[in-house]
């Protein structure tokens, strides 16, 4: 009985009870029809998700490999029949896992059930064929490596180390390729051997992805491997034929007749005699105890229980918020503290910073879109960790540093004898008159700098400073010079 319908078994043994009392009234005697439909009636085993994906598996991929094999010939045929073999007495091992406890030693608890697949090899390597299939034989041989998933563990993990022979099996099959290559009669039927054993390997690593992540699956609640006799897999399963018409009306007096009723009357949208049904609640299913019993009290309907609101959780990659903004001096090490500013926090979006001391530096960190105008003589001028930020300052006496930030702006009005541009991305130096002649630059891990000056007509010129170098050995020693792309 399929999962759908069995919501439905409550409902069609009430219905079968009513036809019981008909028949009786009508002197109808429904054993005869049943004791008639009874032995067409057997329930099918079900096989395990496993095992109909790997039968799967051979039906897509073994299949076509095999009959390749036969397209070239008698003797690789036989080659072709063995691989099957080899396939079909691993099926034997993924069932076992299916059945059974995974053992404490893998390897030696499964080593009786791997002999027909270590004999169906060994006829492969001894195989005495035509030379001209030497690099074939080889690229097999290669290929039947990654038989052994059902005896590993991770690292590395089924699916990959299976993946990982296909480099090994390539070498020998793309000197096939190349042997036959432009062979307009024999060419196709070896491509086509060469292709479709490749295809069975990515299959099988798909496969192991999907259904043996990290080894071979055992059943937890199976029984212990060393009961299981050697050879006792069942063969893979074929298609189970459609039933006969007319068993399909002999049994309609029975359950199996009104399921296959129902099952004739879906069309084509999925629709059926089930379609529309109201799902029966827990106080509705009389079939329960709790209604046989004659003391018993009659559950309640009770409604569904209304899941809470879940917390809101931040996504990754989430701007976290500013801090609180400062913009204060600190007597311990005579600094300015900018932090956390905005065009919201300031004034039209410019933060002034007054420095009445050249012993005092000015440290901005974590601003974003805001101008910060540093006023009068300082020591030295340091921009952190931010965004879309401007800083302007008159006279710098050391260095003015920019370090993590990205699409800022730097102005010198005065003099400034040393910028030093660090794990920057994005980022214009405008230097005026007086400090064209005296300042340097020292750039690290950064990106899209430029630097702009007045000439001496007063326009403004802007020119990138150099990424991308060339270097070169010269007398034993690395010599370096900018690339041709800034010249």
Sequence with gaps: MSEQLKPLGGVLDGVLERLSIIEAKLGISPGAALSAVAPAIVEDEEIHPRLVAYDEHIQRTLVPFTDSCTALGSEMESVGANIG??????????????????????PTGLQPHLKPCQDAMAKIRSARIDRKFDWHLKAIMEMLACVSWVVMSP????????????????????????????????????????????????DLSAYLKEYHLSGLAWNPHGKDLSDAKVGEASKPAAAVPKAAPAAAAASSG??????????????????????????????????????????????????????????????FGAKKPLGP???????????????????????????????????????????????????????????????????????????????NCKRVQVQATGACPSFSIDKTDGIVVHLSNEAISESSFVTSKSSEMNVSWPDDAGEIKEAPIPEQFMHKMVNGSVTSQVSDLYH
């Design 325 to 403: 903004p400062k913009c204060e001096y600190q007597d311990r090490g005579c600094k300015w503290n900018v932090e956390n500013q905005t065009k919201d926090t300031c004034e039209g979006g410019v933060c002034k910073v007054e420095v009445t001391d050249v012993k005092q530096q000015v440290y901005i960190y974590k601003c974003e879109n805001v101008t910060i105008q540093i006023i009068g003589k300082c020591k030295s001028v340091i921009l952190d960790s931010c965004t879309k930020c401007g800083v302007v300052f008159d006279n710098v006496i050391s260095a003015c540093e920019v370090v």
């Design 254 to 315: 029975s359950g199996a007749g009104i399921f296959a009723e129902l099952k004739k009357k879906q069309t084509g949208d999925g629709s059926s005699a089930a379609t529309g049904l109201k799902k029966v609640s827990r106080d509705q299913q009389t079939w329960r105890k709790e209604f046989k019993n004659p003391g018993g009290d009659v559950p309640k309907p009770t409604s569904a229980p209304v899941a809470a609101p879940k917390p809101a959780v931040a996504k």
């Design 155 to 202: 690292p590395p993990s089924p699916a990959n180390f299976v993946k990982d022979t296909i480099g090994a099996s390539d070498f020998w099959a793309n000197k096939v390729r190349k042997e036959y290559k432009g062979n307009d009669k024999e060419g196709p039927a070896h491509v086509k051997f060469c292709d479709t054993m490749k295809a069975m390997v990515l």
């Design 85 to 106: 073999e080899v396939w079909d007495a691993v099926r034997g091992i993924v069932e076992l896992g299916t059945k059974c406890k995974k053992p404490a030693d893998v």
